[in-house]
């Protein structure tokens, strides 16, 4: 269900306005207006035939307002009118110093790139702009495809080459987008580290460049390719906020820069970083989807924009995907030890819980007994599974759990068979160290023979085994990216070619078994982006999964990414930061997102074997209002105080408010909160489900709960509490 379904104003009065169309060219002006619900787009044809943006903002209704871009001038020989024309995907050529979109060298040494528009085609909600340099056939399609009812409009480019000779691209941006302008702008965006990914940064924009990026060749856990921009002001619910996604799971680039000239301007797709594209005649490049919005009501809109995109039009199954069933991996109880007794013994324990799928992590193949070997080698290990992995999956099934295998196809290790038979299929320099990270090297998956090896060994084992979920690791960055067996010229295509073929791996799988499911982990949270997202079910946010810590990595996910995809487990404490917090806590935490259970479960009192039966059976009540429903960030766990997230179903039925106190000085009560998005004239019930409700009334208005508040005794350290609300 959309936001919006009458997402289109159409009022003529005395001047025409706007049409129910989400793309119009307005011939006489050559303006092209993209228009959506929460927002207008639009740009236009300058004096010397270059597309010229125009508007980024609030929704228009009058198509008589828009101006042609009119000629600049230059204002001085420093400061030429190219650099005030704010090209929608400006070459680099002529006087332009700002970030280009797109950079060519010709073999003849020729590295000037003006762009000028040929033609356009305009189909459904798709556009497509047809560009071309002033002197030979370098063409750019520039792609534009709208998304009415949720506010956004994705962007990206190819380049084909149409001229009699080779040429190399060295730098193919996806899209630049331009605020209005001025300045005080504010930026936001995502970075962190292994075990601490995705958390929020929000600093002033100032003149000159900044970069966020990934030069490890996966999306990565130092930076996400998400950014946010407002005017300074902007709050979790009021003001406007400029936001963008990119849908690439390699080397990405997004700069934000502030030119002398006050305008903001943001240029992102792939990392220029170590590139070089050459392009034959005839050939040419397709850059990643770049998806940008502008919420009008602060950033806890401009999140939940992204959210119904994502779970409508981008995760593989659309609107039509299951709920995320709740899951038990063993990794952090076992590690490598996994046997076939070991497994079934949890899995038992998993079932009488209510979990629904089972996962197995590392360790089941070859001679893995420790991060150390075996690693490529993907045949069962004959002393851990006896009876390979069919006995267990029968069993896992007989007790009513899917069954899911842990899997990290693109590495290997040098103690393994498959290197000892290719030592030629990891990226390497030959002649020079290579980098082993974790004790393994990284199969060059751009070469096409290692993308086919890979492919079938997944295939078997969906084939052979009832396998319903993959959980997808790869478990170190690139380095020393040699491809020795193609052309120095060819050899920087790897970053690009690389992700190509894991793409084509994951369609291919995908097409051949539809019920499997796929999770996206890289040692934790290093592979969260919208490209890999068209292909997977959830992904693994972190591996940290200590509650207090995950509080902050999951807020930070959640301005990008939906619940839906954001695999939570409950672990055993203390954890990786030696914090030890209530199992209370670590549920409430979880259930923020896809439930899965981590921990030991041999180790678990008949207390907590109780508490976690009862909270499971509270998630399955409330997980489609988590997964599908509209999230309001109310409180930020940046504050040490109190954190607070309120979930609202998409029928308005349930509302969930998860609070959590990290801890309290002075006895003092924590603050009352505030709901938000319920129904002002609407009744619900409220459930408590553990007491520390303090307001007793059963059932209360949602002008009440929205303007009065709610109070909690939350008085001990990493306290926390969950009231559901049920509409009446
Ligand atoms: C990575 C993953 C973990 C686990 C291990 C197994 O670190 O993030 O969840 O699967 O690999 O080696």
Known sequence: MLRLASW????????????????????????????????????????????????????????????????????????????????????????????????????????????????????????????????????????????????????????????????????????????????????????????????????????????????????????????????????????????????????????????????????????????????????????????????????????????????????????????????????????FDVNEAGQLQLAEKASKLGVELFVMDDGWFGKRNSDRAGLGDWTVNPQKFPHGLGNLISQVNRLGMDFGLWVEPEMVNPDSDLYRAHPDWVMNFPGRPRSELRNQLVLNLARDDVKEYIYGVLDRLATEYNIRYFKWDMNRTFSEPGWPQVSPQEQQELWVKYVLNLYDILDRLRAKHPNLEIESCSGGGGRVDLGILRRVEEFWTSDNTEAFDRLRIQEGFSEAYSAKFMSAWVTDVPNMNHRSTPLEYRFLTAMQGALGIGANLNKWSEQDTQLATKMIAVDKRIRDTVQSGDLYRILSPQSNDTSANEYVARNGEQALLFAFRHSQQYNTAPPTIYLRGLNERAVYRVESIDGKLLDKQPEMSGAYLMHHGLNFRLQDDYDCTLVILQRQ
């Open 8 to 335: 289109f104003v159409v009022s003529c009065m005395a001047v025409c306005t706007l049409s129910a169309q989400s793309i119009q060219f307005l011939q006489n002006k050559k303006i092209w207006l993209l228009t959506t619900s929460q927002n207008s787009y639009a740009m236009g044809l300058g004096p010397d035939g270059q597309l010229e943006h125009i508007y980024w903002g609030a929704p228009l209704w009058r198509t008589d307002d828009l101006q042609a871009p009119t000629p600049k001038r230059d204002i001085s020989s420093f400061d030429p009118h190219q650099m005030l024309e704010n090209e929608e995907f400006p070459g680099w050529g002529g006087p332009r110093y700002y970030e280009a979109a797109l950079k060519i060298t010709r073999s003849d040494g020729d590295r000037d790139l003006v762009l000028r528009y040929v033609s356009h085609h305009i189909d459904g909600d798709s556009l497509e702009i047809q560009m071309k340099d002033i002197n030979d056939a370098v063409d750019v399609t520039l792609h534009y495809r709208v998304y009415p009812a949720v506010g956004i409009v994705s962007r990206w480019a190819t380049i084909t080459n149409h001229t009699k000779q080779e040429f190399t691209i060295v730098s193919a941006q996806s899209a630049t987008w331009y605020m209005p302008p001025g300045d005080g702008y504010r930026l936001s965006y995502l970075s962190g580290r292994w075990a601490a990914e995705s958390l929020l940064n929000r600093e002033p924009i100032h003149e000159g460049l900044k970069v966020i990026e990934s030069r490890e060749g996966h999306t990565s856990h130092n930076f996400n390719p998400w950014f946010a921009v407002d005017n300074g002001s902007a709050t979790e619910t009021h003001g406007q906020v400029w936001f963008g996604a990119l849908a690439w799971s390699g080397n990405w680039r997004i700069a934000v820069e502030q030119t002398p000239y006050r305008q903001v301007r943001v240029t992102g797709g792939l990392n220029p970083f170590d590139f070089s594209y050459p392009l034959k005649p005839g050939d040419s490049l397709t850059t990643p989807e770049f998806y940008g919005g502008v919420a009008q009501n602060g950033f806890g809109e401009a999140s939940r924009l992204l959210h119904d995109l994502e779970r409508a039009y981008i995760e593989p199954h659309g609107l039509k995907a299951r709920v995320r069933p709740v899951l038990y991996n063993s990794w952090e109880a076992t590690g």
